[in-house]
Nanobody, 122 residues
Framework: QVQLVESGGGLVQAGGSLRLSCAAS????????MGWFRQAPGKEREFVAG????????YYANSVKGRSTISRDNAKNTVYLQMNSLKAEDTAVYSC???????????????WGQGTQVTVSS
């Protein structure tokens, strides 16, 4: 069992930056792929970024590629999402997830956090 707690969301102006964190419980964090997803009001949840257990394979959605960086610190059981040049369309609830499998495949993820709100004002 893995519990995930996100933090770092908030209100930011367009063009600004945020760094989201996801802290995981349990001793098996380093064996899981980790991902970030987002869901905007009235829209389906979408994949944002994923990283494999060792950090050697990283994937991004086209919508955030070049503006976001996913990373993990297995010693701290934490995964991060650095988001730069934020746009109004990045407004959503961002959730992290953990699972075993390929990091860009949604079906990989078994455990989900509650999410943190990111609001970008234009």
């Amino acid at each position: 069992q893995v519990q995930l707690v996100e933090s770092g969301g908030g209100l930011v102006q367009a063009g600004g930056s945020l760094r989201l964190s996801c802290a995981a419980s349990g001793r098996t964090f380093s064996s899981y792929a980790m991902g970030w997803f987002r869901q905007a009001p009235g829209k389906e949840r979408e994949f944002v970024a994923g990283i494999n257990y060792s950090g050697t394979s990283i994937y991004y959605a086209n919508s955030v590629k070049g503006r976001s960086t996913i990373s993990r610190d297995n010693a701290k059981n934490t995964v991060y999402l650095q988001m730069n040049s934020l746009k109004a369309e990045d407004t959503a609830v961002y959730s992290c997830a953990a699972g075993s499998g390929t990091a860009y495949v949604t079906a990989t993820y078994t455990y989900w956090g509650q999410g943190t709100q990111v609001t970008v004002s234009s």
